[in-house]
Protein backbone atom coordinates (compact mmCIF):
# COMPACT_ATOMS: atom_id res chain seq x y z
CA UNK A 1 0.00 0.00 0.00
CA UNK A 2 1.42 3.73 -0.47
CA UNK A 3 3.12 5.13 2.26
CA UNK A 4 -0.07 7.99 1.70
CA UNK A 5 -2.53 5.65 2.71
CA UNK A 6 -3.50 4.71 5.92
CA UNK A 7 -6.33 3.02 7.11
CA UNK A 8 -8.60 4.02 9.92
CA UNK A 9 -11.05 1.34 11.43
CA UNK A 10 -13.72 0.38 13.64
CA UNK A 11 -14.59 -3.53 13.49
CA UNK A 12 -17.87 -5.34 14.76
CA UNK A 13 -17.88 -8.93 15.66
CA UNK A 14 -20.67 -11.40 15.00
CA UNK A 15 -21.15 -14.85 14.93
CA UNK A 16 -23.32 -15.44 11.89
CA UNK A 17 -22.75 -16.81 8.72
CA UNK A 18 -20.05 -15.22 6.82
CA UNK A 19 -19.63 -14.25 3.13
CA UNK A 20 -17.73 -11.99 0.69
CA UNK A 21 -19.46 -9.11 0.00
CA UNK A 22 -19.80 -6.48 -2.50
CA UNK A 23 -18.59 -3.57 -0.40
CA UNK A 24 -16.06 -1.05 -0.51
CA UNK A 25 -13.80 0.84 1.41
CA UNK A 26 -13.96 5.20 0.60
CA UNK A 27 -10.73 7.00 0.11
CA UNK A 28 -10.96 10.17 2.35
CA UNK A 29 -8.63 12.73 1.35
CA UNK A 30 -7.74 14.88 4.65
CA UNK A 31 -6.84 18.24 3.10
CA UNK A 32 -9.89 18.33 1.13
CA UNK A 33 -12.78 20.72 1.46
CA UNK A 34 -15.68 19.55 3.30
CA UNK A 35 -14.23 16.44 4.59
CA UNK A 36 -16.26 16.11 7.77
CA UNK A 37 -18.78 15.22 5.75
CA UNK A 38 -16.97 12.55 4.02
CA UNK A 39 -15.30 11.09 6.87
CA UNK A 40 -18.86 11.06 8.97
CA UNK A 41 -20.29 9.10 5.52
CA UNK A 42 -17.80 6.70 5.91
CA UNK A 43 -17.83 5.77 9.64
CA UNK A 44 -21.76 5.23 9.17
CA UNK A 45 -21.82 3.58 6.26
CA UNK A 46 -18.66 1.48 6.65
CA UNK A 47 -16.90 2.26 9.98
CA UNK A 48 -13.07 2.07 8.36
CA UNK A 49 -12.22 4.36 5.32
CA UNK A 50 -8.60 4.93 3.62
CA UNK A 51 -7.18 8.52 4.81
CA UNK A 52 -5.00 10.10 2.18
CA UNK A 53 -3.33 13.53 2.53
CA UNK A 54 -2.96 12.49 6.80
CA UNK A 55 0.18 14.88 6.80
CA UNK A 56 2.30 11.24 8.46
CA UNK A 57 5.60 11.78 6.35
CA UNK A 58 6.67 8.52 4.74
CA UNK A 59 9.97 8.51 6.03
CA UNK A 60 8.33 7.93 9.50
CA UNK A 61 6.60 4.67 8.60
CA UNK A 62 9.41 3.57 6.60
CA UNK A 63 11.81 4.27 9.54
CA UNK A 64 9.66 2.27 11.55
CA UNK A 65 8.92 -0.45 9.34
CA UNK A 66 12.54 -0.84 9.11
CA UNK A 67 13.67 -0.76 12.76
CA UNK A 68 10.88 -3.30 13.41
CA UNK A 69 11.79 -5.57 11.18
CA UNK A 70 15.44 -5.73 12.34
CA UNK A 71 14.05 -6.37 16.02
CA UNK A 72 11.99 -9.30 14.71
CA UNK A 73 15.14 -10.59 12.81
CA UNK A 74 16.86 -11.49 15.97
CA UNK A 75 16.86 -14.20 18.15
CA UNK A 76 13.72 -15.21 19.76
CA UNK A 77 15.70 -15.13 23.48
CA UNK A 78 16.88 -11.05 22.47
CA UNK A 79 13.53 -10.08 21.83
CA UNK A 80 11.89 -11.59 25.14
CA UNK A 81 14.84 -9.86 26.87
CA UNK A 82 14.79 -6.58 25.62
CA UNK A 83 10.64 -6.42 25.74
CA UNK A 84 9.44 -9.15 28.31
CA UNK A 85 6.96 -11.79 27.34
CA UNK A 86 3.36 -9.71 26.22
CA UNK A 87 0.93 -9.77 29.76
CA UNK A 88 -0.54 -8.64 27.54
CA UNK A 89 2.53 -5.60 26.90
CA UNK A 90 5.53 -7.29 25.13
CA UNK A 91 6.46 -9.18 22.62
CA UNK A 92 4.48 -11.88 21.58
CA UNK A 93 4.70 -14.98 19.01
CA UNK A 94 1.93 -17.08 18.26
CA UNK A 95 -0.35 -16.71 21.56
CA UNK A 96 -2.79 -13.63 21.39
CA UNK A 97 -3.61 -12.32 24.69
CA UNK A 98 -5.18 -14.72 27.15
CA UNK A 99 -7.92 -16.36 25.75
CA UNK A 100 -5.92 -19.40 24.12
CA UNK A 101 -5.81 -17.38 21.06
CA UNK A 102 -3.48 -18.38 18.37
CA UNK A 103 -2.21 -16.56 15.11
CA UNK A 104 0.63 -16.89 12.93
CA UNK A 105 2.28 -14.07 13.70
CA UNK A 106 4.72 -11.80 15.88
CA UNK A 107 4.19 -8.71 17.41
CA UNK A 108 5.30 -5.80 19.90
CA UNK A 109 2.31 -4.61 21.93
CA UNK A 110 3.33 -1.49 24.05
CA UNK A 111 1.32 1.26 26.10
CA UNK A 112 2.81 4.71 24.85
CA UNK A 113 1.79 7.97 26.98
CA UNK A 114 3.31 11.39 26.53
CA UNK A 115 5.59 10.54 23.29
CA UNK A 116 7.02 7.43 25.47
CA UNK A 117 7.40 4.23 24.62
CA UNK A 118 7.62 2.50 28.10
CA UNK A 119 10.04 0.26 27.24
CA UNK A 120 13.61 1.42 28.25
CA UNK A 121 15.40 -1.37 26.82
CA UNK A 122 14.45 -1.50 23.45
CA UNK A 123 16.95 -0.77 20.96
CA UNK A 124 17.39 2.84 20.89
CA UNK A 125 16.96 3.21 17.28
CA UNK A 126 13.48 1.51 17.32
CA UNK A 127 11.93 2.76 20.78
CA UNK A 128 13.02 6.51 18.71
CA UNK A 129 11.41 5.45 16.06
CA UNK A 130 8.17 4.22 17.56
CA UNK A 131 7.85 7.31 19.48
CA UNK A 132 8.19 9.51 16.08
CA UNK A 133 5.42 7.31 14.70
CA UNK A 134 2.79 7.48 17.35
CA UNK A 135 3.85 11.26 17.46
CA UNK A 136 2.53 11.69 13.99
CA UNK A 137 -0.38 9.30 14.09
CA UNK A 138 -1.72 11.13 17.32
CA UNK A 139 -2.13 13.62 15.04
CA UNK A 140 -4.23 12.09 12.53
CA UNK A 141 -6.34 10.54 15.15
CA UNK A 142 -7.17 13.98 16.57
CA UNK A 143 -8.35 15.62 13.55
CA UNK A 144 -10.33 12.75 12.41
CA UNK A 145 -12.31 13.02 15.51
CA UNK A 146 -12.15 17.10 15.54
CA UNK A 147 -13.95 15.88 11.79
CA UNK A 148 -16.55 13.79 13.10
CA UNK A 149 -17.09 16.49 15.94
CA UNK A 150 -17.64 19.40 13.04
CA UNK A 151 -20.36 16.97 11.57
CA UNK A 152 -22.16 16.16 14.83
CA UNK A 153 -22.20 19.58 15.81
CA UNK A 154 -20.23 19.13 19.01
CA UNK A 155 -16.81 20.37 20.55
CA UNK A 156 -14.05 19.95 18.56
CA UNK A 157 -11.43 20.46 21.07
CA UNK A 158 -13.08 17.79 23.59
CA UNK A 159 -13.09 14.80 20.83
CA UNK A 160 -9.46 15.76 19.94
CA UNK A 161 -8.77 15.26 24.00
CA UNK A 162 -9.77 11.75 23.82
CA UNK A 163 -6.29 11.03 21.78
CA UNK A 164 -4.33 14.19 22.54
CA UNK A 165 -3.68 15.23 26.03
CA UNK A 166 -5.90 13.48 28.25
CA UNK A 167 -4.46 12.28 31.06
CA UNK A 168 -4.95 8.33 31.90
CA UNK A 169 -5.99 7.62 28.08
CA UNK A 170 -5.19 3.95 26.82
CA UNK A 171 -2.43 4.30 24.16
CA UNK A 172 -0.94 1.37 22.58
CA UNK A 173 0.66 0.67 19.70
CA UNK A 174 1.02 -2.59 17.79
CA UNK A 175 3.80 -3.75 15.47
CA UNK A 176 2.93 -7.26 13.64
CA UNK A 177 5.26 -9.20 12.08
CA UNK A 178 3.83 -11.87 9.81
CA UNK A 179 6.17 -14.26 9.08
CA UNK A 180 5.88 -16.78 6.28
CA UNK A 181 3.59 -19.91 6.38
CA UNK A 182 6.56 -23.06 5.83
CA UNK A 183 3.89 -24.81 4.64
CA UNK A 184 3.25 -22.55 1.67
CA UNK A 185 3.64 -22.99 -1.53
CA UNK A 186 3.52 -26.64 -1.03
CA UNK A 187 -0.42 -26.63 0.39
CA UNK A 188 -2.64 -24.31 1.28
CA UNK A 189 -1.89 -24.36 5.44
CA UNK A 190 -4.96 -21.74 5.87
CA UNK A 191 -3.18 -19.92 8.66
CA UNK A 192 -4.80 -16.84 9.90
CA UNK A 193 -2.12 -13.85 11.10
CA UNK A 194 -4.43 -12.06 13.23
CA UNK A 195 -7.83 -13.61 13.92
CA UNK A 196 -11.40 -11.87 14.03
CA UNK A 197 -11.25 -9.32 16.93
CA UNK A 198 -13.01 -5.82 18.18
CA UNK A 199 -10.30 -3.03 18.79
CA UNK A 200 -11.44 -1.75 22.21
CA UNK A 201 -10.09 2.02 21.94
CA UNK A 202 -12.09 5.16 20.62
CA UNK A 203 -10.40 5.01 17.20
CA UNK A 204 -7.48 2.95 15.15
CA UNK A 205 -5.36 3.56 12.56
CA UNK A 206 -3.40 1.08 10.63
CA UNK A 207 -0.81 1.57 8.50
CA UNK A 208 0.14 -1.21 5.97
CA UNK A 209 3.30 -2.54 4.09
CA UNK A 210 1.57 -4.53 1.95
CA UNK A 211 0.57 -7.66 3.51
CA UNK A 212 -3.04 -8.62 2.39
CA UNK A 213 -5.45 -10.39 3.98
CA UNK A 214 -7.36 -7.75 6.33
CA UNK A 215 -10.99 -7.84 6.13
CA UNK A 216 -13.47 -5.58 7.52
CA UNK A 217 -17.17 -6.65 8.70
CA UNK A 218 -19.30 -4.46 6.98
CA UNK A 219 -22.65 -2.73 8.90
CA UNK A 220 -26.22 -3.33 8.69
CA UNK A 221 -25.89 -6.60 6.65
CA UNK A 222 -28.16 -10.24 7.82
CA UNK A 223 -24.92 -12.14 7.39
CA UNK A 224 -21.10 -11.53 8.66
CA UNK A 225 -20.54 -9.90 5.28
CA UNK A 226 -16.14 -8.97 5.14
CA UNK A 227 -15.12 -6.22 2.92
CA UNK A 228 -11.62 -6.41 1.64
CA UNK A 229 -9.34 -4.07 2.74
Known amino acids: MPPNVYKVKRIRTS ?3 VQAGATTIPYVDLSAPGVAAAVADACRSVGFFRATNHGVPARVAEALEA ?3 AFFALPTQEKLDMSGVARPMGYGSKSIGS ?18 VKVSSLPPSLRAALEEYTAAVREVCGRVLELIAEDLGVDQSLMRAMVVGWEGSDEL ?14 VDCGVTGFGEHTDP ?7 SNRNGGLADQAPGTADLELITV
Open 173 to 186: VRVNHYPPCSLLPL
Open 99 to 116: NGDIGWLEYLLLSVSANT
Open 67 to 69: RAM
Open 201 to 207: QIISVLS
Open 15 to 17: NKR
